[in-house]
């Protein structure tokens, strides 16, 4: 028999994603911060600050496609159910 699902709070969504960009968009920052070799470099250069975004909302719609979990969600034990 399939239990039901139950929905989650909105706080704890909030705090999945929080989760998620420390896990996957702050990296990314980090990267482009370091290849570009300055703050101001890294603050000028706009194609790169939307870059980061996309890679990070790429990242994310892989792992919902793939597991139905981001790493965020995961952690507590949350899926995305369609």
Do not use: V
Request: charged share 15%; hydrophobic share 50%; with cysteine.
């Amino acid at each position: 028999m399939k239990t039901k699902a139950k929905i989650s709070s909105r706080w704890l969504r909030f705090r999945a994603l929080l989760i998620d960009i420390f896990l996957i968009y702050i990296p990314i920052l980090y990267l482009f911060y370091f290849l570009l070799g300055s703050k101001e470099a890294f603050l000028n250069n706009h194609f790169i600050t939307t870059l980061c975004t996309f890679l990070f909302g790429l990242i994310q719609a892989i792992f919902l496609t793939k597991k139905a979990q981001s790493p965020g969600l995961k952690a507590y034990d949350l899926y995305l159910i369609d």
